[in-house]
Structure formats: C-alpha cells, structure tokens
C-alpha cells in the first residue's frame, strides 16, 4: 500500500492521519457527552474504511425497549459490560481481516479505556485515542439541537439532568493517555 496521507479529519485540527500505518487498529473515540463522538467517528470510518462500535445504538436497539422507570445506572452498565464482550471478539475478527475498530463507546472513565488498552497490548493491536476537547457551552447547545432535530447521529434525547450528570461522571484523558493521541479542539 503506498503511504498515503490525508489531511484532518476535522478541520480545525492541524495532524494527518497516515492510513498505511494504522491499518489493525483500535481507534478510542473520547468526549464528554455532545462533543461530537459520533460524527467524528462517522468521518474517520470513511478515512480508514473501519467498523464504527456505537454504544448509543447497542443501547436504543437492544436494551432502551426493555428498561423500565426503576431501572437506573447499574442497570445499564451491566448490559453495555455485556454488549462489550461481543464487541471484544469482534475486534478480533476484524483485526485478522486487517479491519480498524472505532470505539464510540464513551469511554468516560479511566478504567474504562484502560480495558480497552489493556486488550489491545495482550492481543498486539495498535491503540490510538481520540479526544474531542469541546467546551460545555458548545456541547449543550449541540445536545439541544440534536434532540429538537433527531437527526442522523440522534438515537434517544438527553435531557440537561442527564447532561449534567456526565459532566461530573466524565474524566478527562490524562498527559500519559493523550500521549502519540489525538487532540480535537474547537
């Protein structure tokens, strides 16, 4: 494959993404809640030709129709541990086919990317995180927009209760994390 270059996957950003050598990898898409996850996973999937892992999909279209009022966090985390064990064996499968895997999982805390990482370095699978660093002004009017116009990249409302919640579950990717990363800012 000649090394081809392109340039930005969002135009406010100043890297190249050079697609001969991160072909087998894992892509860790991360943001806090509205910073564009998603599109920014819709537009890497068209530069790399990998397999997008929703979990606002899995969510919608797996577990949202059985979730009842007195069903909270703990409910969700324990299918959405559940949808990643699919999701572990299908990265495998794809990394043997030579196919990249973006993770928009949300990927809001430490441990949680530390899994993924972790997975990768026993498996020999490249990582590379992709942190979208938007402001909490920006993101909420995005959220308000999204939920007014359900479009594309809507699978269910978030409400400003919500919003604000994830603003205080959300840890930021640290220096050692960010390192060889890429940074997506406003």
């Known amino acids: 494959m000649p090394n081809r270059k392109f340039s930005s996957l969002n135009s406010r ?9 991160h072909r087998k990898m ?50 969700f985390l324990k299918r959405i541990e559940r949808a990643e064990s699919i999701i572990l064996s299908l990265i495998l499968q794809l990394e ?9 999982l949300g990927l809001s805390k430490f441990e949680h990317r530390e899994k993924f990482r972790k997975f990768a ?7 590379k995180i992709h942190f979208l660093d938007i402001s909490k ?15 594309e990249t809507f699978e269910f409302e978030v409400t400003r209760e919500n ?15 960010l390192k060889n990363g890429i940074l997506i800012n406003e």
């Open 121 to 127: 370095k026993i498996n020999n699978i490249k990582v």
């Open 13 to 21: 950003t100043n890297h190249s993404l050079d697609v001969s050598k």
């Open 96 to 104: 043997r086919a030579g196919i990249d895997s973006i993770l928009d």
């Open 26 to 75: 894992i892509h860790l898409i991360v943001g806090n809640t509205g910073s564009g996850k998603t599109t920014y996973s819709n537009r890497l999937k068209e530069k790399t030709k990998g397999i997008i892992f929703s979990i606002d999909k899995w969510n919608k279209i797996l577990f949202l129709p059985d979730k009842t009022d007195k069903d909270g966090l703990e409910w």
């Open 163 to 177: 919003f604000e919640f994830m603003e205080s579950w959300f840890e930021k990717p640290t220096e050692i994390e």
């Open 137 to 151: 002004e920006t993101r909420l009017k995005r959220i308000f927009k999204r939920n007014d116009e359900k479009g």
